[in-house]
């Protein structure tokens, strides 16, 4: 599933496997337009799922380009992936990069779901890099149409873990109204130097920073 995606930090009081409750600030990600609907998405998401009060501390722009949940898994890993082209005049092999958020249950198994993913790509590519991402969750966006509706729903019954599934690969497109921007500018600020940081790293060859992930390299 393409979209433009925003990561969502949220702060809450969650009970542990031990019954004791402690103070958390966990990662989520909602497909939205614009800073404004992705506070008022998270907003939403989170009191269903959360009966206390909680806050968001922090929205950016994630750098995923496509979400690929499967079934019977129940972790998130951010996959690299290096789209190969060649320069015919010069002779020489260029690459780009992309991340995808493939659900899995380990390492391999993300590895296997990222080559699924790929499988209709035409030119060649690389998987140099996967790493567990902290992702908790993730909240696709619908207009509640019934051809749109039906999408979420296979996305949803996939990413449950529900019945086998077919993986989603259409995309579907919808023209969304545009909210005005009300989150202060101290978030907005913060988090388009975030991602100025991150493009000028990619650029630059280097790797980014993304602890505490671990990185398993092919």
Request: charge should be negative; aromatic fraction near 10%; hydrophobic fraction near 35%.
């Given at each position: 599933m393409s979209a433009t995606w925003y990561e969502c930090k949220v702060k809450y009081r969650k009970i542990n496997e031990s019954g004791v409750q402690k103070m958390v600030?966990?990662?989520?990600?909602?497909?939205?337009?614009?800073?404004?609907?992705?506070?008022?998405?998270?907003?939403e998401e989170m009191s269903?799922?959360?009966?206390?009060e909680f806050k968001i501390m922090n929205i950016k722009v994630a750098n995923f380009a496509e979400i690929h949940p499967f079934e019977n898994s129940d972790r998130w890993?951010?996959?690299?992936?290096?789209?190969i082209a060649y320069d015919e005049e010069s002779g020489k092999e260029r690459k780009s990069n992309m991340y995808l958020l493939i659900q899995a249950n380990d390492v391999k198994e993300a590895f296997d779901n990222t080559n699924t993913a790929m499988?209709?790509?035409?030119?060649?590519?690389?998987?140099?890099?996967?790493?567990?991402?902290?992702?908790?969750?993730?909240?696709?966006?619908?207009?509640?149409?019934?051809?749109?509706?039906?999408?979420?729903?296979?996305f949803k019954a996939i990413k449950d873990s529900g019945a086998p599934?077919?993986?989603i690969v259409e995309e579907v497109e919808e023209e969304r109204p545009v909210a005005e921007e009300t989150l202060t500018e101290e978030i907005v600020k913060e988090t388009?130097?975030?991602?100025?940081?991150?493009?000028?790293?990619?650029e630059e060859g280097m790797p980014i920073d993304e602890s505490p992930e671990k990185e398993y390299k092919f």
């Open positions: 600030t966990e990662p989520y990600l909602v497909d939205a337009i614009s800073y404004t609907e992705a506070e008022t998405r998270i907003n269903a799922y959360v009966s206390e890993f951010k996959s690299k992936v290096s789209l499988k209709d790509t035409m030119g060649d590519y690389t998987i140099p890099a996967i790493a567990e991402s902290p992702i908790m969750d993730v909240f696709p966006y619908f207009s509640g149409e019934e051809g749109e509706l039906s999408q979420v729903e296979r599934v077919e993986e388009e130097e975030e991602v100025l940081q991150e493009e000028e790293i990619e």
